[in-house]
């Protein structure tokens, strides 16, 4: 027979381990499989906790657009240069830029959006191997769990910017894709950019069409282009007029510090 002590202990013990477990473990308990009712329940908590952290830190820093991108990408990179005119490109626009606030790509996006004087925000996340946040954020919300990090880099974004990243960014591509495909979200802009390196994935796409995986229309949703000046008119003539998107007034919006809101001021 299960002694008693035991039946309760080894629930409580497993909602401890979800309560104080590291939090670059978090996403590797959630997904581990049925655990006790407690555990369970204390990690929807987290959860909870890591949505409404995301919320309250990014709920005045819209809209944006999200640039997606490999960390590892270093400094010598075109490809750096490249996402860097992207970034004050899209804030000359009027867009905040929005990365996963990491270094490569991420922090190039940033840096050129921060160095044209537009919005700079990072959604972080918790890893084993650490990868700490850019130096051109001017708001950063670290964040525990891959999905809760993924649902806010869309939530606050009307177009995506995707360049050359390995499976994470290939992840928030699709993500993106099937999202408006599915009409899960509005049709916003994706444009890819970096195209000799994404050449064999867009080959794949159009072979997708053509075997009738998708629909034909769906390769509408896509548009690939090395120029940023292309990618800015595609992002206003999709993004800006169809949404009635209007210049952010200045100052500072209403904001409440006891909900853990931010004011965002343009004039700092």
Known sequence: MQNKDNSISEPLAA????????????????????????????????????????FRTL?????????????????????????????????HLGFTVMTGGGPGIMEAANRGAKEAGGRSIGCTIELPSEQPANAYLDRCVRLHYFFVRKALLVK??????????????????FEALTLIQTAKIKNFPIVIMGTDYWKELLGFIDKMAQRGMIAPSDLSLIYATD????????????????????????GTRRHFPWLGEGGFSDAS
């Open 15 to 54: 909602a401890r381990l979800a309560l104080t477990a590291p939090p670059e473990c978090a996403d590797e308990i959630f997904l581990e499989g049925p655990r006790s009712r407690f555990a369970e329940f204390f990690t929807l908590l987290r959860v909870m906790r890591d949505f409404l952290r995301g």
């Open 59 to 91: 709920h005045f820093v819209g809209p944006c657009v999200t640039v997606f991108g490999s960390a590892r990408i270093q400094r010598e990179d075109p490809h750096y240069e490249l996402a860097m005119k992207m970034g004050a490109a899209i804030a």
């Open 156 to 173: 606050y974004s009307y177009a995506f910017v995707v360049m050359p990243g390995g499976a994470g960014t290939l992840d928030e591509l």
């Open 227 to 250: 120029s940023v000046e292309e990618a800015i008119v595609h992002i206003r003539t999709k993004a800006i007029e169809p949404f009635g998107l209007k210049p952010r007034k200045r």
